[in-house]
């Protein structure tokens, strides 16, 4: 496990800091660390690392997403009001349904299996999109809209979103029916994991302001807190839909909007960790891409992928206008709204091992959209910040 732990963090950083020097999002070279190390290639990470990847990376999405509510100021949120709830469904919605008119036609599989494709592909990856969206906010990019805050509460809620659809989609497969009931569970899951976040914030900033603790262990404390909430999510859904990531995000919130100072603070220290954090959840998300499907797929598959992002960029367009954006930020909040990664990673194989017949061209289109579209994604908001967002 030390020589996977030692490869990955020197090969991680030195790819990272060679796209760095080509002008290319460092993630991207984080990406290739763990596609060339993992099973795949040349399967040079230990299986005890792999056996407990999605609880690593589960660990470093919690470090982010702190983080963002640390830097996510209610008022901001508030003054975007509508479009942040559009941006929650309505670009995936189109995506989805790109998918499902495109995919009969270039895979040729059944509208259902391609429901399930879109339901997979429709999901924006926060570990992309929120990183870029905090250093926009630091640097006072968007700021005048609050753009980058439009955008990292949307990509949150768009999972939930994707994954609920998903779970409808595949308990029609199995012959479960749709249950209109289902779709309950999205308002109610940000509701619920948005008052669970402001009550945990709260007793938090409670005992802070009351007891005199070194702020290191405060992070501690806030990890642990925010652990727990999203390792009760399982046991809490089977009573009432609860998020919680939503909840985690929501507790940075409400610990920057009743206590600043403190939030300022250690929104230092998160981004230190934030350093450790970004390299274990890339990596190991490239670990998770087979590159053998990804070789296999056709223009075809390259072909639906890029038809679901115009979809998707239509949706993210008209979810955000009629709010006195500007060209140029819509055309920003497009782009920054295309990264793939995390929830592909994540369940782009399930639909395989439940034996959905089309289950292998998911899984290939799935790996393909991270290549895709996690590089186009990034590598755009990268490029254009600067042009299309004015600095204040």
């Keep these: 496990m030390l020589l996977s732990l030692s490869l990955i963090i020197m090969l991680g950083f030195a790819l990272k800091g060679i796209f760095q020097k080509l002008q290319l999002p460092g993630l991207l070279g984080m990406l290739l660390s763990g596609i060339v190390l993992g099973p795949y290639v040349l399967d040079l990470i230990s299986p005890n690392i792999l056996t407990i990847s999605t609880d690593l990376r589960e660990i470093a999405l919690i470090v982010i997403l702190v983080r963002a509510g640390l830097s996510l100021d209610l008022r901001d949120l508030k003054k975007v009001g509508r479009p942040a709830l559009l941006m929650c469904f309505v670009p995936a919605t189109f995506e989805i349904i790109g998918v499902v008119l495109l995919a009969p036609i270039l895979l040729g599989i059944s509208y259902l299996e391609a429901a399930i494709l879109g339901a997979i592909l429709g999901a924006v990856s926060p570990a992309v999109v929120v990183p870029k969206m905090i250093h926009l906010i630091e640097s006072g990019y968007g700021r005048k809209h609050s753009i980058p805050q439009l955008i990292m ?9 994707n994954i609920v659809l998903f779970t409808s989609f595949m308990g029609i497969y199995a012959g479960q029916g749709f249950s209109p009931a289902a779709m309950l569970e999205i308002p109610v899951s940000i509701l619920t994991g948005v008052a669970v976040g402001i009550g945990a914030g709260l007793v938090l900033v409670r005992i802070f302001r009351r007891l005199h ?7 501690l404390i806030i990890l642990g807190v925010s652990f727990l909430m999203v390792g009760l999510q399982d046991l809490v859904s089977q009573f009432v839909p609860f998020s919680g990531l939503l909840a985690v995000m929501t507790l940075g919130g409400t610990i920057l909007k009743t206590y600043e100072m403190l939030a300022r603070r250690i929104s230092g220290k998160f981004s230190k960790i934030w350093v450790a954090a970004e390299l274990v959840l890339f990596v190991l998300v490239g670990a998770e ?16 992928i890029l038809g679901g992002l115009v979809f998707r960029a239509v949706g993210t367009w008209l979810s955000v206008s009629g709010a006195g954006l500007s060209g140029k930020e819509k055309l920003f909040s497009v782009i920054a709204y295309l990264p793939k990664a995390t929830v592909q990673a ?4 399930l639909p395989l091992a439940a034996g959905v017949t089309a289950g292998n061209i998911i899984l290939t289109t799935a790996v393909v959209a991270i290549l895709v579209a996690a590089p186009m994604g990034a590598i755009g908001i990268e490029k254009t910040y600067q042009r299309l967002l004015e600095r204040n």
């Design 289 to 304: 891409v087979d590159v053998r499907y990804a070789a296999g797929a056709g223009l075809a598959v390259v072909g639906l």
């Design 153 to 161: 509460a949307g990509a949150s809620a768009d999972d939930i979103y």
């Design 213 to 219: 603790i070194r702020d290191t262990i405060k992070v």
């Design 346 to 349: 994540a369940i782009g194989a």
